[in-house]
């Protein structure tokens, strides 16, 4: 056994590290700053509880982009010296940010230790590589991202602080399961490395019914893909597609994870998903190949997804509502009924038609998983999701790409059970077709204007605050752009009050909502590493059903262009058109 000594290292504070509920995200040639790392790791330890550091168990893991191995040693170094008993280390320092929840929620430690919380290393759907992004958060007990009064001590401790603390550990392999001991000042001090995918494909199986969609794999009825991008979900896309599910090897496209995502946009959308939106037949560029009829992607850490149908694409805002819809009979973890369904306030109301039709508690909060998490604690919803391809449930206390993958294999699977051997296969694009003949169609589209001047989309906002102050002239305005867009009735500023824990969030997001059941929605995203992103998101309600089959961005066009010019946005921005359209 290793015995190690701990020193003081005297530091001075950083500026710019306050982590929001997405963690800190910056450049890598931040992070390896001297001392930057460990000030924003001493300071995260110094925001919790005695309890939660002396003698627990953490785990440190990420998706595996660059700098995370040194990350990884530091924060090993770090806890040591901290008074941390144990960390527990997905094998190559992979876990996905929806395993790193389940794993602290459900992992038990081979001397029926239990984790309190984790350092999970990831910019999420960021690029990864030596001039691109890094980042780090910290989960708590529940599985979930620190709450803001966490993250605000964090921030801080990080203009104060004076030193930190860090053991003369050698460097542990990451690279072989199994535990290493080592000896400090207050006893005993384990590493456990331990298989990344084993912990959640034992929760996914107890969620899905693996042998219904085993089935739906095999039938040749049916042809899947699945693109990791190379990020952190191939490591669970063999497990449990091929060896748990059966499928081909070959529908696994991009899956080995790399430090750079493989020079490519770890991000699951029309744009950044290039190959796997071609092989389903949704490029510009015509293939004489017969797409598959299923597809999905996944972000840098997994807990983002895009749903394919042949030639079809399923927004998130639909995506969502067409689980909560067929859940309970698709999905034998829901058998016994919902608690309720939440979404965040930017995605399209498609979600509270089904909750409404179901008779659900619904609600509608902030953008950020925390407050899907209280709702979750507190027993009052049990499927959420959010429109930037975020999806999830109560089994953990995070997005989960994979989860959303094989909810909707599972709803694919009960609606083909009859079929498999003969008669009309149910599509992707059929399922949802029938949904909105049931339901109604949200067409809903978000622009996204990236590393945007920061100070030219503040200026933008400010002007679209201060046209709230007079409708009549707000709708004076829109009837000049397009008199074929409906009257606007209300506009404000969305502020939502937890029914959990009674805290409010304000300036969370500007409202225009119209007579008809339509919105526009601007708001600034913190998901980026420089400058800022200006979201603008676009929705229109159609409950005639012959009136749903209508192409999205052609049914939008009045509205968009209502938006553009309302919140001058070429002029502020100096863009002429958005980074991605989703």
Same mark, same amino acid.
């Given at each position: 056994?290793?015995?190690?000594?701990?020193?003081?290292?005297?530091?001075? %504070?950083?500026?710019?590290?306050?982590?929001?509920?997405?963690?800190?995200?910056?450049?890598?040639?931040?992070?390896?700053?001297?001392?930057?790392?460990?000030?924003?790791?001493?300071?995260?330890?110094?925001?919790?509880?005695?309890?939660?550091?002396?003698?627990?168990? /953490?785990?440190?893991?990420?998706?595996?982009?660059?700098?995370?191995?040194?990350?990884?040693?530091?924060?090993?170094?770090?806890?040591?010296?901290?008074?941390?008993?144990? =960390?527990?280390?997905?094998?190559?320092?992979?876990?996905?940010?929806?395993?790193? *929840? #389940?794993?602290?929620?459900?992992?038990?430690?081979?001397?029926?230790?239990?984790?309190?919380?984790?350092?999970?290393?990831?910019?999420?759907?960021?690029?990864?590589?030596?001039?691109?992004?890094?980042?780090?958060?910290?989960?708590?007990?529940?599985?979930?991202?620190? %709450? !803001?009064?966490?993250? +605000?001590?964090?921030?801080?401790? &990080?203009?104060?602080?004076?030193?930190?603390?860090?053991?003369?550990?050698?460097?542990?392999? $990451?690279?072989?399961?199994?535990? &290493?001991?080592?000896?400090?000042?207050?006893?005993?001090?384990?590493?456990?490395?331990?298989?990344?995918?084993?912990?959640?494909?034992?929760?996914?199986?107890?969620?899905?019914?693996? !042998?219904?969609?085993?089935?739906?794999?095999?039938?040749?009825?049916?042809?899947?893909?699945?693109?990791?991008?190379?990020?952190?979900?191939?490591?669970?896309?063999?497990?449990?597609?091929?060896?748990?599910?059966?499928?081909?090897?070959?529908?696994?496209?991009?899956?080995?994870?790399?430090?750079?995502?493989?020079?490519?946009?770890?991000?699951?959308?029309?744009?950044?998903?290039?190959?796997?939106?071609?092989?389903?037949?949704?490029?510009?560029?015509?293939?004489?190949?017969?797409?598959?009829?299923?597809?999905?992607?996944?972000?840098?850490?997994?807990?983002?997804?895009?749903?394919?149908?042949?030639?079809?694409? =399923?927004?998130?805002?639909?995506?969502?509502?067409?689980?909560? #819809?067929?859940?309970?009979?698709?999905?034998?973890?829901?058998?016994?009924?919902?608690?309720?369904?939440?979404?965040?306030?930017? &995605?399209?109301?498609?979600?509270?038609? =089904?909750?409404?039709?179901?008779? /659900?508690?619904?609600?509608?909060?902030?953008?950020?998983?925390?407050?899907?998490?209280?709702?979750?604690?507190?027993?009052?919803?049990?499927?959420?999701?959010?429109?930037?391809?975020?999806?999830?449930?109560?089994?953990?206390?995070?997005?989960?790409?994979?989860?959303?993958?094989?909810?909707?294999?599972?709803? /694919?699977?009960?609606?083909?059970? @009859?079929?498999?051997?003969?008669?009309?296969?149910?599509?992707?694009?059929?399922?949802?077709?029938?949904?909105?003949?049931?339901?109604?169609?949200?067409?809903?589209?978000?622009?996204?204007?990236?590393?945007?001047?920061?100070?030219?989309?503040?200026?933008?906002? #400010?002007?679209?605050?201060?046209?709230?102050?007079?409708?009549?002239?707000?709708? @004076?305005?829109?009837?000049?752009?397009?008199?074929?867009?409906?009257?606007?009735?209300?506009?404000?500023?969305?502020?939502?009050?937890?029914?959990?824990?009674?805290?409010?969030?304000?300036?969370?997001? $500007?409202?225009?909502?119209?007579?008809?059941? *339509?919105?526009?929605?601007?708001?600034?995203?913190?998901?980026?590493?420089?400058?800022?992103? $200006?979201?603008?998101?676009?929705?229109?309600?159609?409950?005639?059903?012959?009136?749903?089959?209508? +192409?999205?961005?052609?049914?939008?066009? %009045? /509205?968009?262009?209502?938006?553009?010019?309302?919140?001058?946005?070429? !002029?502020?921005?100096?863009?002429?058109?958005?980074?991605?359209?989703?």
């Amino acid at each position: 056994m290793v015995v190690f000594k701990v020193s003081r290292v005297e530091t001075m %504070p950083i500026d710019g590290q306050k982590p929001g509920t997405s963690g800190l995200r910056k450049k890598v040639k931040v992070f390896i700053q001297p001392h930057y790392l460990q000030n924003f790791v001493q300071s995260t330890f110094n925001a919790l509880a005695a309890e939660k550091v002396r003698g627990a168990t /953490l785990v440190v893991s990420g998706d595996g982009r660059y700098y995370s191995k040194d990350a990884i040693q530091i924060i090993i170094k770090m806890a040591a010296a901290n008074g941390v008993r144990r =960390v527990w280390v997905g094998q190559n320092g992979l876990l996905s940010t929806p395993a790193v *929840s #389940a794993v602290i929620r459900e992992r038990v430690g081979i001397d029926g230790s239990k984790a309190t919380g984790a350092f999970i290393l990831t910019a999420s759907h960021n690029p990864g590589g030596p001039h691109e992004d890094f980042g780090i958060k910290y989960n708590m007990e529940n599985g979930g991202p620190a %709450p !803001e009064g966490i993250t +605000d001590k964090i921030y801080e401790n &990080t203009k104060t602080i004076k030193e930190y603390l860090i053991a003369d550990l050698p460097d542990v392999d $990451i690279t072989a399961i199994g535990v &290493t001991n080592f000896g400090g000042p207050e006893g005993q001090f384990d590493v456990e490395v331990f298989d990344s995918a084993s912990d959640y494909v034992k929760l996914m199986k107890s969620i899905f019914d693996f !042998e219904s969609i085993r089935k739906l794999l095999s039938s040749p009825k049916f042809t899947f893909c699945y693109d990791a991008l190379h990020g952190v979900a191939g490591a669970y896309a063999k497990p449990i597609f091929v060896e748990e599910l059966g499928a081909q090897e070959s529908s696994l496209l991009n899956c080995v994870p790399k430090e750079d995502f493989g020079g490519g946009h770890p991000d699951p959308n029309l744009t950044y998903a290039k190959e796997l939106v071609a092989r389903l037949g949704l490029s510009k560029s015509s293939s004489q190949v017969e797409p598959p009829e299923f597809g999905a992607a996944a972000d840098g850490d997994a807990d983002r997804n895009m749903i394919l149908g042949k030639r079809f694409f =399923v927004t998130p805002s639909d995506s969502v509502a067409i689980i909560a #819809a067929n859940a309970v009979e698709a999905i034998p973890y829901f058998s016994a009924g919902l608690k309720g369904v939440a979404r965040s306030m930017p &995605t399209s109301a498609a979600l509270d038609v =089904v909750a409404k039709h179901l008779n /659900l508690k619904f609600f509608e909060v902030p953008t950020g998983w925390k407050f899907f998490g209280n709702l979750m604690d507190a027993g009052l919803c049990s499927i959420c999701g959010e429109e930037s391809f975020g999806t999830g449930s109560d089994h953990i206390r995070e997005k989960d790409g994979i989860w959303a993958v094989l909810a909707w294999l599972s709803i /694919l699977a009960y609606k083909n059970k @009859e079929n498999l051997n003969g008669g009309k296969f149910v599509t992707v694009e059929d399922i949802v077709r029938n949904h909105w003949a049931t339901y109604g169609r949200h067409y809903y589209t978000r622009y996204d204007y990236e590393n945007v001047d920061a100070s030219a989309a503040k200026e933008l906002m #400010a002007h679209l605050v201060k046209l709230q102050s007079s409708l009549g002239e707000v709708n @004076e305005m829109v009837k000049g752009i397009r008199s074929d867009v409906s009257k606007m009735v209300h506009a404000d500023e969305f502020e939502y009050k937890d029914p959990v824990d009674g805290s409010v969030s304000k300036h969370q997001g $500007i409202r225009y909502l119209f007579e008809d059941g *339509s919105r526009l929605v601007f708001r600034l995203s913190g998901t980026g590493s420089e400058g800022a992103t $200006i979201r603008l998101y676009i929705e229109q309600y159609e409950k005639d059903s012959t009136k749903t089959g209508r +192409d999205s961005q052609e049914a939008l066009a %009045p /509205l968009v262009e209502v938006a553009l010019k309302l919140s001058k946005m070429q !002029e502020f921005t100096g863009r002429s058109a958005p980074t991605v359209i989703t």
